[in-house]
């Protein structure tokens, strides 16, 4: 079984400072982690994935996350926030079978960024 | 290349009524998902497609919802009768097989009243 807990429902910092949202996740076999991005009224874009290979992920418009399997931990960072980033977060888990067989996303409950001018 | 493309991307209906949600995945996309979110939180997955068969259908209410993907490509998702509790956006999602990287379509908003 898999899951994932964003602790954090919605984070609000000032534009130009450091953003960071933390998830936690659970999973049986071996995971792959990913984030994603939902602006108001748009699809769901992805940010950076973790499929097991180094566990600093960089990812685009500025964003990384890194896994740490011991803290079951993959937290996204940025160095410095800007007014486009405010839009809801989801922290994603999807667990690799040993017969090789992906599972589908789990999403987490979504954090919302909110950047202050 | 284009995306996935859904219809329609927005629909008002009463409860007890059917609908039916169309889409079209990324060429060459063996693996269709369908999610439910539900206003304030994450998608929630209905619905997997290998090819034309179901990999994993344990979360769609099958007394009411059905899915199907003929010929392996498009895919329709109906929910006959609707409830109010199934207002919530319809996104479709695909990816190649065995690669776990999944491309969203922009969703179908249902409201039910």
């Known amino acids: 079984a898999q899951s994932v807990t964003q602790l954090d429902s919605h984070v609000s910092v000032s534009e130009g400072t450091p953003v960071l949202l933390r998830c936690n996740y659970s999973s049986s076999y071996s995971p792959s982690l990913f984030w994603y991005v939902q602006h108001p009224n748009k699809g769901l874009q992805l940010l950076l994935k973790?499929?097991?290979?180094?566990?600093l992920v960089k990812g685009i418009n500025g964003f990384e996350a890194e896994f740490k399997k011991s803290e079951t931990s993959f937290h996204l960072t940025k160095p410095s926030a800007h007014m486009s980033d405010a839009a809801e977060y989801f922290c994603?888990?999807?667990?690799?079978?040993?017969?090789?067989?992906?599972?589908?996303?789990?999403f987490g409950k979504g954090t919302h960024l909110i950047i202050q001018p | 290349e284009a995306g996935v493309a859904q219809s329609p991307r927005y629909k008002i209906i009463e409860k007890r009524q059917s609908v039916a949600f169309w889409c079209n995945p990324i060429?060459?996309?063996?693996?269709l998902y369908w999610y439910q979110q539900i206003l304030g939180q994450g998608p929630k997955l209905l619905i997997q497609f290998q090819n034309n068969g179901v990999v994993d259908d344990s979360q769609l209410p099958k007394d009411r919802f059905s899915a199907e993907r003929l010929k392996g490509v498009d895919s329709t998702l109906k929910i006959q009768p609707a409830k109010l509790e199934d207002s919530a956006v319809y996104l479709c999602a695909s990816s190649f097989a065995g690669v776990y990287e999944q491309y969203f379509g922009p969703g179908t908003r249902l409201t039910v009243t």
């Open positions: 060429s060459g996309h063996a693996t």
């Open positions: 994603v888990v999807s667990d690799q079978d040993p017969g090789g067989g992906a599972d589908g996303l789990t």
């Open positions: 973790y499929t097991s290979a180094a566990t």
